[in-house]
Structure formats: C-alpha cells, structure tokens
C-alpha cells in the first residue's frame, strides 16, 4: 500500500497556505484512555489529523472503535488523555471549564442520534434552551431555525408529539441556533426511516453548502459517500481515506 500524499505532511495550495494554516481541528498524538474496572480501555491511539474549514468528513469504524470517543473529544465534552487537540487554533487544554463551556456553545452545534431533547419541552423551547446556555434567549431566532428545517407548524408540540424526523429536526435546529461553524453529528440518521434520512442528509447537504465544517459518525455507507473525506477507526486507532482512493493510515 502507498503512503498517502495528502496528511503526511503539510499540503500547500495554490495561496501558500498549508492544510494546517487552515485547520480548524486539529489533532497531534491524541490519546484517550479509561481507567477502572481493573483494566484500562485506550479507546482513542496516538491520533494525528487535521480537519480544515468547510470539509465534510465522516467517521466509520465498527462498534466500540472509538468513534464517539473521537467526537465527544473534538466537541469539547472530555479532554484528552495525552497530546494536543486545538480548535480553531485554541489548544482546548489551555482553557478553565467555564471558558471551555462558552467556546463550546460559540464553535459547536451537536446533533446525536438519540436526539437529547427535553421530554416536557416544546419543540421551541428545546431550541431556546441551546440559546439559553448562551445566556441568550430569542424566539423569533428559535423560531426560523425550526422554519428553516421546515418545522415551522411543529413549533409547540412535544418531543412525544413529534415523528423521529421531526425530533432529528428540532435537534439540527438547536444544533444551529448559535450558528456555530462546526457541527458534530453522532449517527444522525441512525433511528430514522428512509424518507427522514434523505430529509436530513438535504439539511447537512444545504448546511455545508452554507460554509460549515460537518464531522459526521455514520455506520450508513449512503451517508458516508455524502462526505468529502472519510477517517475510519479501527480499535481506537485513526485511518484516513482521500476521496476515492484506497485506505491509507495518516501517520505511522
Ligand atoms: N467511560 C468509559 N469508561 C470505560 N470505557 C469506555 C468508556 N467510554 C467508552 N469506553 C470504551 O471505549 C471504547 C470506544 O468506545 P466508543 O463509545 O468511542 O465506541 P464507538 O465507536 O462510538 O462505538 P458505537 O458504534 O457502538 O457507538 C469501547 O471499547 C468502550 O467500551
Ligand atoms: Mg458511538
């Protein structure tokens, strides 16, 4: 198998800048690694990649690889066990919980699989609580975010009230609400029918189209072919394949 000519080392574009000038994230010998019961689980090895303004790229690997591990870590929600994991071009390990927090809502939209939406809430008020912990409430915002993934007539129902679709829905709208230009997304598709998940996909078509960087886990080989870049795990450790071509690892 060839080595890779892209990440092996810095790319240069036709401006001059390297694919690490334009990184906004960015990974160098990422380890993550759970203690206790008895044994320690490296869930994430030596990763080194970097993802730049814009890419769409999904995340496979097979159950237990490390795929929810990688995006909880680049999300902000853990930290690394070992090495440098910068957002943005902030090292996240120079930051205080409560500024950690702020960034997050300021840089990251989440959308998971199992949606995470408040059971006695309205679906704007779900929407509202993203803004919330922006210490910012505005419905008419809330609002035209649920227009925009074409809930508009859903606005005061219930998570319960809703189809899977819709639910998906509500989250991608509170994924957006603080128009953050990444956005994580777990298995998006991974509880819906066919006819929601091509209603989704058209969302995460139309969001990158729209200029955000879009790190998707998928199992889904349909969603997967949506991205321009696919990093596979395999027991906690990082492949890459370049569109189109066979896969490579990044680093050795
Ligand atoms: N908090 C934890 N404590 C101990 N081990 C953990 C913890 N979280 C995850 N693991 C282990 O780390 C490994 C990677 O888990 P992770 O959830 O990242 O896998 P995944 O690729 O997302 O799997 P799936 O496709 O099933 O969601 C697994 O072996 C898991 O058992
Ligand atoms: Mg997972």
Redo the contacts with the bound molecule.
Sequence with gaps: MSEAKIQTGPLVDPHGETRDDCAVIALKNVTRE????GST?R??ADATFSIVAGEWVAIT????????????LIGCLDRPTAGQLKIDNVDVASMTATELDRFRADKIGFIFQQFHLIPYLSAIENVMLAQYFHSMTDEAEARAALVRVGLGERVSHLPSELSGGEQQRVCIARALINNPPILLA??PTGNLDAANQTIVAELLQDLHRNGHTIVM?T?DPEMAGLAQRRIA?SH?KVFCHPVGGPMVTLRR
């Design positions: 759970y203690a206790g019961h689980v869930a994430l690997g097979p159950s237990g690889s490390g795929k929810s591990t990688l995006v909880n777990d298995e886990v199992h795990l906690g």
